[in-house]
């Protein structure tokens, strides 16, 4: 069974920095690529950062400089670096997988082809 469980959100002032992990288990996770989406109360959910099986990496605009997603295989474990946070990062962050992933696919900022989905974790930034 797949599972991805999300931590580290929490609430932070403006210019703080948080760090999210994503632990996977149910699959072959080098197999995988990754990435996190977030979703704000009202506003449909938006990719924020992408990995692919050789860990190349795609940003939506409004992160670029700020984070940085990562991945550890030998610990099935996915990331994301957030510097210099803002109000408007605030939202429910989730980690999607897609499995299967072929070996030549660039990172997906798309949530149509990821097929699990963890349960998010909320970051709240205040001015």
């Known amino acids: 069974q797949v599972q991805l469980v999300e931590s580290g959100g929490g609430s932070v002032q403006a210019g703080g920095s948080l760090r999210l992990s994503c632990a996977a288990s149910?699959?072959?996770?080098?197999?995988?690529?990754m990435a996190w989406f977030r979703q704000a109360p009202g506003k449909e959910r938006e990719g924020v950062g992408a990995?692919?099986?050789?860990?190349?990496?795609r940003y939506a605009d409004f992160v670029k400089g700020r984070f940085t997603i990562s991945k550890d295989n030998a610990k099935n474990t996915l990331y994301l670096q957030m510097n210099s946070l803002k109000p408007e990062d605030s939202a429910m962050y989730y980690c999607?997988?897609?499995?299967?992933?072929?070996?030549?696919?660039?990172?997906?900022?798309?949530?149509?082809?990821?097929?699990?989905w963890g349960q998010g974790t909320q970051v709240a930034v205040s001015s």
């Open positions: 999607a997988a897609m499995t299967g992933c072929a070996w030549y696919l660039e990172p997906l900022l798309g949530p149509a082809m990821y097929n699990y």
């Open positions: 149910g699959y072959t996770y080098s197999s995988a690529c």
């Open positions: 990995i692919n099986r050789r860990s190349a990496t």
